[in-house]
């Protein structure tokens, strides 16, 4: 649906004509004409349809441009009109997730080519290892829907899985076991995961992007927050990294079944907790986490 038919759609629709109306589709913000008309914080940006049309309201704006009877302005022109730092932060989030694309454009426009997102799995599981993957797309990468690997379907993260090998410049996985998370905490181990790797990219990277971590390198860093959501080569480094995890611990599922991990991948279940007490930890657990350093010490 194009823009005008969205406003010729909202003009048969019965709405308060003092609202704006975020379209969230179009990633612009309309409005029915008002005349001299004040800058308002926005209220709420909760999403709803009307006859089948995702819409926002928020409070009055500015009036821009004028289509059908409805003026409009795209959504990141508001954001100098809002004062409230949460709903900016929310907004920008909404437009960044629109285009995964844009840091990794504003990159090769400053001259950048071989661009690494880098995403990490596994910092809150009791057992195994944390694994970071480090991943560089070509500029032509396409994979729709591509996303935080959270956010994706086991079959989906499967498929992707396999679609960024084919088609990634080049990737690397970097893998730090439990008994090195326990010696130098988690924090740190994943700064280690993270910077192999790196290192194991059989191309190196010319600037890296984070999912908020910060990294000590030789070549620029940026730290994206929610960067899984923000850009797309953290998502597919997202996807390389939860899946290779995954599947090392449906390994150990097999020999540990009653730990459940082919359903809980280390994370502290009910089932995974109840097994520890009933059966005890195993090697692979972290003794440093505190479910499994109060079994230890109550067992000591």
Not at 36 to 65: A, Q, R, Y
Not at 257 to 283: Q, R, S, W
């Amino acid at each position: 649906m194009t823009k005008k038919e969205i406003f010729e759609k909202l003009n048969k629709i019965s709405l308060d004509t003092s609202n704006f109306i975020v379209i969230g589709d179009a990633s612009i913000v309309c409005h029915g004409i008002i005349k001299n008309s004040e800058s308002i914080k926005v209220l709420s940006l909760v999403p709803f349809e009307v006859n089948g049309i995702e819409v926002e309201v928020v409070n009055k704006l500015n009036k821009t441009d004028e289509i059908n009877g409805f003026q409009f302005q795209k959504l990141e022109d508001c954001l100098n009109e809002i004062d409230d730092k949460n709903i900016i932060k929310k907004i920008e989030l909404y437009l960044d997730c629109l285009d995964t694309y844009k840091n990794e454009r504003k990159l090769r426009k400053e001259g950048y080519t071989l661009i690494g997102g880098v995403d990490e799995v596994g910092r809150g599981p009791l057992v195994g290892p944390v694994v970071a993957a480090c991943c560089i797309l070509p500029e032509k990468f396409n994979l729709d829907g591509l996303t935080d690997s959270k956010k994706l379907t086991e079959k989906k993260r499967d498929y992707f899985f396999e679609e960024i090998k084919k088609q990634a410049i080049s990737y690397g996985i970097g893998i730090v076991d439990e008994k090195r998370i326990d010696e130098i905490n988690i924090y740190q181990a994943t700064k280690e995961a993270m910077i192999q790797a790196i290192n194991n990219c059989n191309i190196k990277p010319e600037y890296v992007l984070t999912d908020a971590m910060k990294l000590d390198l030789d070549i620029p860093v940026k730290p994206i927050i929610k960067g899984d959501l923000r850009s797309i080569t953290i998502s597919a480094a997202s996807v390389l990294a939860k899946v290779t995890r995954d599947r090392m611990m449906y390994e150990l599922d097999k020999k540990y079944p009653m730990y459940d991990f082919k359903n809980n991948v280390g994370y502290p279940t009910k089932k995974h907790l109840e097994a520890i007490a009933k059966y005890g930890i195993i090697p692979e657990h972290r003794r440093s986490y505190g479910p499994v350093k109060e079994y230890l010490e109550k067992n000591s």
